[in-house]
């Protein structure tokens, strides 16, 4: 039918079957016509219907479109011509075929369709589709042949079809024209963005990208520099997305829960065990982890929501699941087309008789079939790595999310720390297995075929073969998880404080990081080793099963380039097994978390039309379900505007009873009405890392009168004079540059600023000075303040702001014990008053305490003093404040400071001189931007590497690598040869000993090269301990010694990051990829070796394919170390505001501000996201050229083989062209691991920076102090001056005063004054700036620091402990015998705590001391100065936390325990210090008054405002 349809043949096999091969004209004017065609009309009405519902604005004409557009209306005019032509030449004969008129009419239809197509793409953004380019492609493919065809019959000088054939020609060049149009993209101004507008071609091949590229090279990138990100994978965007899945699934996996919870009570009946179902199927990983933990978590049972997470992911990001499922199917049926080709190809130089072109043909298909398998494969990749990303940013936002609404019960089973790793290493596993996902089928789909294949190929024999393969699987797998194993024993110990014990765990970790190295050694020998010896066995096999059996180049190259492909599906699955398990033990723990309950604030009754604006009703609450309540029946009502304290010993649930009405407990029973908002000031100020405007705005506007009002208000003005750069001075991290009372007035100055209703504030007076308390209790709280006329409740233990309050409420073990006014409980002469007596003997508060005096003098030997011990805390204070485990020096940091006298400095300054200072004064940024290195990692530090392994194994590892190639080349000459005896004998007369020799040396070269990897990996493996061993030390050597203000300017984050991130790269990664790296290297360099011992002239060929593939190296190389580094460093500030987050999440809940914070964590994750995002893009432009160059290498390598024909057999061809097919992917491979390395390396950079820090004195030096040094304890300053970074002012101004032996010398002064920089100085935490400090006679600076601290005793300010037990923080050195213990114990008032503690010493301190109450940390920091007895004592502050009882306590024991010992004690309370020999008293780091009490009291001096202020008059009054 068609025949008549074109009026010639339409299909003759005898066409192809000559040299000169054609196809016949009319099947080329037929199919080849219609098939683009048929491809356009199928799918533009779908395409039309896409535009039409996602139509955006219409943008504005473009060139490129105009110039498109022209091109197509020429193609329709041509169409016109060509069918008048047709309709002329009809008129007189009918020869013309049917054929001449329906091509121009199609014609006609199609250009004005595409008209229409190109025209409605304006409401697009992308301007191209990827449909038109696809059409225009299959336009110029099959207009091809036509096009030769055309050329052939003209050359022959047939012109009988002229005119036709020149309007085809013209067709032909506007078809060709346009598609190189479609080529480029057009800008669009709505979006900075050019993936977005980026054409189809551009986008296959990442082309768009190249401009980022080129920039990276010229320069470093900044985050400036990278694009934004399309709304669609805005973590807003994902996660909305994400919640809708969650909660669905969510209900259904609870109500599962409840189903298995029901089913097991009826099953159990009542002696359910608790925690004996503990989830079974945890991995081996997990289990060690266990081990090592032993956290003593309350047996909790396995009763959470379980197998909702992976089915919310997938509902939520299916549609890319799709398309990467259909781009891996397509890529991994294409795979297998190769080694059909190689097959034809071979039989082609075989058989001299074979026409050239089909050779041709074969080598253009080996390259368009390897083009599209690289555009497939970079495209799969692209949505993979997408979706990875794409999914570990909801995960981190859900993380976020959840942790501002956990409940404190389901908080209490994470630290920070799991927290933390739930959002950074959590999210990353899913993140790793999303990229693995699709793997698990295509695997299977992989083997299946290549199995297949074989077995086509070499019958039942392949099975020996392919038996091997599989065995080697279980090893490999049981090695893997056996090195999981290891790893996971990274320990958990980079907080125990000292060095000795870091060393031993190195030590540990060290021994298993080798053994892990080892096992991997043997993976790596295995994997190597697995081709060979399955390529030997199954050949071996083959030939033995049967003597007709003959190994030919056809069969034997065919199945090495099947086996190669066996190779990676075999390799990957254990991987992705093992991927897959550690994946699931990550969703376990993240449903677990995500799944956990939310705050339940339902006793909590917001009201707004309500008479009280507190009410508590018989409300019981708790910290932990299992305990019993911390808050018992409390009945309070407070009225509008009053101002409530609240009073009671240590641990008498006052903390616990803000909480409770905060939403922060868990409800017992009643509940709480609040009618407005709240304001809190916890206990321990929560500061964040910025500047002190910010901390005290808390996202608020600026407004500036208010602003002022509040500084001066809570008494910040002096400091700001200051503090570095006035309000805009930068806060580190958790405040750590600030002292703690400022901490505390810049926490109640943000609480003051927002305008609440309620006001919580949690002692805030307990860390000031006591001027400036009554200065903050005048301004701010009491009743003329700034807050008068709002709702105040006030914890205290400053009992003289008691008169001024409206209501005091007595707290005693969790109840009300008294309430009433002041006056009113003092008449009752109940609990309050007895308190109020004991500490005014001790305060001496003259007016007001002396009411009845004498009448209860009597009972006062007999008062039951409430309550000595502090009741049963760690039930209490279970709040996670992760306090930072700070040194002992951290105690108060307060920065320079030039004090005005102390009336001035309260006077407000005048409100212009806060014009803000807009250049950066000295010293403002206190933190320093983490250091990104730009630019090529330098050639020192790898050598610095290189050094650190040893340079004699090194020479081994490399020579080992070298006879591994060459016996690698070696079996593959030897594999031609044998192949080329199929030529001289067949099968009969096979002679066995040859056959023998044959698969002798074959898998002796095999052999050969398994034992040399293994020789060379084992070499490289203790290499490369050995360095990660001299890396550490030096590291940890060196911080260990750093100097105190390196802590200041350096987040902990940073330091930990050092240690554990850092050097887990040195421990395992770098090592690995650094032998890739020399593997992947020799593998190229013996590939090319081999192509070109068969055909030199490939050296023309290598040379300008290897110039291009350095360029495309240096470029990518440039811009992805960058990126990677934007990356590391856009990260961590992810995970420290989450950490900051999670320690203030109680000030965040009480300001209702979780929306600032979501919004802040959202911005932050899609910074990161934008440059991983950018990063795998980097990688997939850089995979597209290389395979390009890869795929190029092959292509020519089949042209040579075809135009060298007569001088090749096939075995030669056979031998080049399978080695050339695994060229491209160890190209690829080789890049990845060159830019690997260089990423790697940057951490044995960035430990070399912190090698090369500063260190601070020696800690012994050749001067030792004499033995038994300071005998008396004199201490003599002499014009001693201090400051605390070398470009800020001093501190301490020269300093003169002598402290004779066994004095005791109380030191005063305004918050800032010095006070806290004497004990830096006494320590030299700090350098003396001028002058000296002698004790005994022995200049301090002259000695060891060991030897001068050993010395000196210290109780600071913010108590230290560490996570371990009791004993290791009394005395970490165990120089001490229990008992020793136990009477310090005893002396510190904790004897009775730590007896009724279940473990007794052994009783784990969590991290930073956090489940006891700081009264307790107070304590035990004494306790451990009574164990540790020296000549001098310094306490610091050190009653600040705790009630006057407490601190009475301890003031006793003191001057009981230390009275043989030179005391200097730094003092708030006045009191503390009226009995010491002397008080010096200190100004802006000047000593302004020195001398006994009495004399300051006589002076009019400073001393004296202060002790009036403090109600003071004689020393008596304030003594016993």
Partial sequence: MLEKFCNSTFWNSSFLDSPEADLPLCFEQTVLVWIPLGFLWLLAPWQLLHVYRTKINRSSITKLYLAKQVLVGLLLILAAIELALVLTEDSGQATVPAIRYTNPSLYLGTWLLVLLFQHSRLWCVQKDSWFLSLFWILSVLCGVFQFQTLIRTLLKGNNSNLAYSCLFFICYALNVLILILSAFSEKDDSSNNPSFTASFLSSITFSWYDSIVLKGYKQPLTLEDVWDLDEKIKTKTLVSKFEKCMARELQKARKAVQRRQRGRAQGNSGDRLHGLNKNQSQSQDILVLEDVKKKEKSGTTENFPKAWLVKTLFKTFYIILLKSFLLKLMHDLLMFLNPQLLKLLISFANNRDAYVWAGYLYSVLFFVVALIQSLCLQNYFQLCFMLGTSVRATIMASVYKKALTLSNQSRKQYTIGETVNLMSVDAQKLMDVTSFIHLLWSNILQITLSISFLWAELGPSVLAGVGVMVLLIPVNGILATKSRAVQILKYFAWEPSFKKQVCELRKKELKNLLTFSQMQTIMTFLLHLSPVLVSVITFSVYILVNSNNVLDAEKAFTSIALFNILRFPLGMFPMVIISMLQASVSTERLEKYLGGDDLDTSAIRHEYNFDKAVQFSEASFTWDRDLEATIRDVNLDIMPGQLVAVVGTVGSGKSSLMSAMLGEMENVHGHITIKGTIAYVPQQSWIQNGTLKDNILFGSELDEKKYQQVLEACALLPDLEVLPGGDLAEIGEKGINLSGGQKQRISLARATYQNSDIYVLDDPLSAVDAHVGKHIFNKVLGPNGLLKGKTRLLITHSIHFLPQVDEIVVLGNGTILEKGSYSALLAKKGLFAKILKTSTKQMGLEGEATVNEDSEEDDCGLMPSVEEIPEEVASLTMRRENSLHRTLSHSSRSSSRHRKSLKNSLKTRNVNTLKEEEELVKGQKLIKKEFIQTGKVNLSVYLKYLRAMGLCLIFFIIIAYVINAVAYIGSNLWLSAWTNDSKTYNGTNYPASQRDLRVGVYGALGLVQGVFVLLGNLCSAHASTHASNILHKQLLTNILRAPMSFFDTTPTGRIVNRFAGDISTVDDTLPLSLRSWILCFLAIISTLVMICMAT??????????????????????????????????????????????????????????????????????????????????????????????????????????????????????????????????????????????????????????????????????????????????????????????????????????????????????????????????????????????????????????????????????????????????????????????????????????????????????????????????????????????SKILIMDEATAAVDIETDHLIQTTIQKEFSHCTTITIAHRLHTIMDSDKIMVLDNGKIVEYGTPNELLKNSGPFCLMAKEAGIENVNSASL
């Fill in 1096 to 1429: 030199p002239i490939f050296i023309t060929i290598i040379i300008p394919l290897g110039i291009i593939y350095t360029f495309v190296q240096m470029l990518y190389v440039a811009t992805s170390r960058q990126l990677k580094r934007l990356d590391s460093v856009t990260r961590s500030p992810i995970y420290s505001h989450f950490s900051e987050t999670v320690s203030g999440l109680s000030v965040i809940r009480a300001f209702e501000h979780q929306q600032r914070f979501l919004k802040h964590n959202e911005v932050g994750i899609d910074t990161n996201q934008k440059c991983v995002f950018s990063w795998i893009v980097s990688n997939r432009w850089l995979a597209v050229r290389l395979e390009l160059i890869g795929n190029l290498t092959v292509f020519f390598a089949s042209m040579m083989m075809v135009i060298y024909r007569d001088t090749l057999s096939g075995d030669t061809v056979g031998f080049v062209l399978s080695n050339a097919l695994n060229i491209t992917q160890t190209l690829n491979w080789l890049v990845r691991m060159t830019s690997e390395v260089e990423t790697n390396i940057v951490a044995v950079e960035r430990i070399n920076e912190y090698i090369k820090v500063e260190n601070e004195a020696p800690w012994v030096t050749d001067k030792r102090p004499p033995p038994g040094w300071p005998s008396k304890g004199e201490i003599q300053f002499n014009n001693y001056q201090l400051r605390y970074r070398p470009e800020l002012d001093l501190i301490l101004k020269g300093i003169t005063c002598d402290i004779k032996s066994m004095e005791k010398v109380g030191v005063v002064g305004r918050t800032g004054a010095g006070k806290s920089s004497l004990t830096n100085a006494l320590f030299r935490i700090l350098e003396a700036a001028g002058g000296q400090i002698i004790i005994d006679g022995v200049d301090i600076a002259s000695i060891g620091l060991h030897d001068l601290r050993e010395k000196l005793t210290i109780i600071p300010q913010d108590p230290i402990l560490f996570s371990g037990s009791l004993r290791m923080n009394l005395d970490p050195f165990n120089n001490h015998s229990d008992e020793e213990i136990w009477k310090a114990l005893e002396l510190a008032h904790l004897k009775s705590f730590v007896a009724g503690l279940q473990l007794g010493l052994s009783h784990k301190v969590t991290e930073a001391g956090d489940n006891l109450s700081i009264g307790q940390r107070q304590l035990l920091c004494l306790a451990r100065a009574l164990l540790q007895k």
